[in-house]
């Protein structure tokens, strides 16, 4: 049996921690508009077993997922394009009111905002120091353990681009 000999790389490795490492952000592109953007930019829509369409804001539902802009225009657009909607699901498709659908959605990420700037503070990530438009202060407050936050920061790293994807998502829908 020949054994093959593996060369040895000359000289010392860099060694990357898992937060400096560049980035393999995935595309995707907006079904309304048809405009590529990073997948944590948009937002997800799956239809589940039931045969609703529902949001998928961390993207992990089953199913074939389509794909909008953050915006009131487009949740309105994307109710209107059931014949596209329907090879989502092979039962039929039933397609929430559009004012009712963009009450989920403004209320799915503004407790997604809130619960990942709690979960920041939870881990000892975050320190109020950084200006970002929010929710109300109120809120912020509490999702901090204080009376008001208008302004946070949070290290490099996963919880930090998370939060962050979610900040331009909420304020995208909200300015619209």
């Not at 394009?81 to 989502?88: C, I, P």
Request: net charge positive; charged share 30%; proline share 9%.
């Amino acid at each position: 049996m020949k054994v093959k000999n593996r060369k040895k790389k000359q000289g010392k490795q860099e060694e990357k921690r898992p937060d400096e490492q560049p980035e393999n952000i995935p595309f995707r592109t907006c079904l309304i508009s048809r405009i590529t953007f990073p997948r944590n930019h948009l937002l997800r829509f799956v239809v589940d077993p039931a045969g609703q369409l529902v949001e998928d804001l961390p993207g992990n539902r089953p199913g074939r997922g389509v794909y909008i802009q953050p915006t009131r225009q487009h949740v309105i657009k994307l109710v209107r394009r059931q014949g596209q909607l329907q090879r989502l699901s092979r039962h039929p498709l039933i397609l929430p009111d559009p004012e009712v659908l963009q009450e989920r959605i403004s209320q799915a990420l503004t407790r997604r905002l809130i619960d990942g700037i709690g979960l920041a503070r939870r881990g000892k990530m975050l320190s109020i120091d950084k200006p970002l438009e929010l929710p109300s202060q109120e809120q912020m407050g509490a999702a901090c353990g204080q009376i008001t936050a208008p302004l946070l920061a949070l290290p490099e790293g996963k919880m930090a681009r998370r939060v962050r994807a979610d900040v331009l998502r909420w304020q995208t829908f909200f300015s619209s």
